[in-house]
Nanobody, 117 residues
Framework: QVQLVESGGGLVQAGASLRLSCAAS????????ISWYQQAPGKERDLVAV???????YYPDSMKGRFTISRDKAKNTVYLQMNSLKPEDTAVYYC???????????WGQGTQVTVSS
């Protein structure tokens, strides 16, 4: 089993920055990629960024520019740096871990980000 714990969310004003953290524990050896998703009220959960264990990154076109994903292998932690935040970034942010040999896809409990105008 893999456990994921997100942190770093909060209430900020438009234009501010936040860094979210996703700490992985348990049997993490099967993980090949960790992703961040955002889910705004009443909307689907959308992919924000992906980082692989080879440190390759991927961002959907709609997320390029203000968000940066990174990984600290020693701490088993993945970060999402969010800059120039906008009210439309308000959402619960979840991290997800996957791997071909993992028995499941794992989700954290989410962290709330609220951006006021």
């Amino acid at each position: 089993q893999v456990q994921l714990v997100e942190s770093g969310g909060g209430l900020v004003q438009a234009g501010a920055s936040l860094r979210l953290s996703c700490a992985a524990s348990g049997d993490t050896t099967c993980i090949t990629a960790i992703s961040w998703y955002q889910q705004a009220p009443g909307k689907e959960r959308d992919l924000v960024a992906v980082v692989t264990t080879r440190n390759s990154t991927y961002y959907p076109d709609s997320m390029k520019g203000r968000f940066t994903i990174s990984r600290d292998k020693a701490k088993n932690t993945v970060y999402l740096q969010m800059n120039s935040l906008k009210p439309e970034d308000t959402a619960v942010y979840y991290c997800n871990a996957q791997g071909f040999s993992c028995p499941d896809s794992y989700w954290g409990q989410g962290t709330q980000v609220t951006v006021s105008s």
